[in-house]
């Protein structure tokens, strides 16, 4: 049996931590406190993910709501639009930061499986956050950073569909739309691949493999040292990937609108960009002074 190189153990033990997670072995006798455990990180995630950060950055540095402008949306689009491009990147970092805790976090401890319905809570928590009475953004950069964790090629192919899809129409919300709706076929396909024919062959050639029934999602008897881990997409991954693909059409139901009618706002680089967020930037302002004038009026009128 030859000797696995260091690369192949380490990816051999990745993508065993990955599938049945660091707590599993320890709870293979009692299956009702893992799966309680499963169902805690979960609710966790979706509290987590209620952390907006478009609206927590747009009070504290600009003691303003972001829900009061431009679409109405507390999320990464609508704070470049209105903030700039300072407070659109934080946004981003912000969001995806959260998404990190709860899906490789989950990952680690429980397996894909829970990292997945982690990942879905955070999306939903971002979209409806529980500390801001259920209305937040639309849950594409929490998806992204979902896909990114769990399936870094998945990821970097959706990010091309994006990113060819935004030059060539100037739609960010296209962008977003097209490349979650094709995220399910996608990541089924590369994860069948990848999982049933390209890692079970390299793990054999380094000697990682014996006789053993393949793991489905679940951890089983080992008789030796190594094993292979040769497996199809699991029904959570489906359910969630179909799922968010039609989440994110209904999310966008405004946008589609917009787009149809020629209304929707178009992404701008170079002077362009920099004379539209000018003229966003007069608009905010003088936003901000009407609602002040208003307040001021409303507390006249209170004495």
């Known amino acids: 049996m030859p ?16 599938l049945n997670g660091i707590l599993r072995e320890y709870f293979t006798e009692n299956a009702l406190t893992f799966f309680t455990l499963c169902a805690v990180w979960v609710v966790f995630s979706y509290l987590i993910g209620s952390v907006n950060f478009a609206i927590v950055l747009s009070k504290l540095i600009y ?17 470049r639009r209105t903030f700039g491009t300072r407070a659109g990147v934080l946004t981003l970092l912000g969001d ?31 979209c409806f956050p529980c500390f801001y009475k259920f209305k937040g953004g639309k849950g594409v950069a929490a998806a992204g950073t979902m896909a990114f ?44 691949w990848l999982h049933s024919r390209i890692l079970p062959n390299y793990f054999i050639k380094n000697g990682l493999y ?10 089983t008897a080992i008789p030796s040292q190594y ?3 040769n497996h199809t997409v699991t029904a959570p991954m489906i359910f969630v990937g179909i799922f968010l693909a039609v989440f994110v059409v209904v999310m966008h139901r ?23 967020a000018r003229l966003l930037a007069e608009s905010t302002a003088e936003a901000k002074k009407s609602r002040h004038r208003l307040d001021e009026l409303d507390e006249e009128l209170k004495d």
């Open 63 to 79: 003691r303003d709501d972001i829900r009061k402008y431009g679409s109405g949306n507390a999320g990464f689009t609508n704070m």
């Open 210 to 219: 014996t006789e053993v029934p393949t793991l489905d999602g679940a951890i």
């Open 254 to 276: 405004a946008n589609i609108r917009r787009m149809m009618n020629g209304e929707e706002n178009r992404f701008l680089i170079g002077k362009k960009a920099k004379e539209k």
């Open 3 to 18: 000797t696995p190189s260091a690369f192949a153990q380490f990816l051999y033990n990745y993508e065993y931590l990955k």
């Open 96 to 126: 995806f930061g959260k998404t990190v805790v709860g899906v490789a976090v989950g990952m680690i401890l429980f397996g894909v499986n829970t990292a997945t319905f982690a990942g879905l809570a955070c999306v939903l928590g971002h």
């Open 227 to 229: 094993h292979t881990l």
């Open 149 to 192: 964790i769990l399936d870094p090629i998945v990821f970097l192919i959706l990010i091309a569909i994006f990113i060819l899809i935004v030059l060539s129409t100037k739609y960010l919300s296209l962008g977003s739309i097209m490349s979650l709706i094709l995220y399910p076929l996608i990541h089924s396909r590369i994860y069948d």
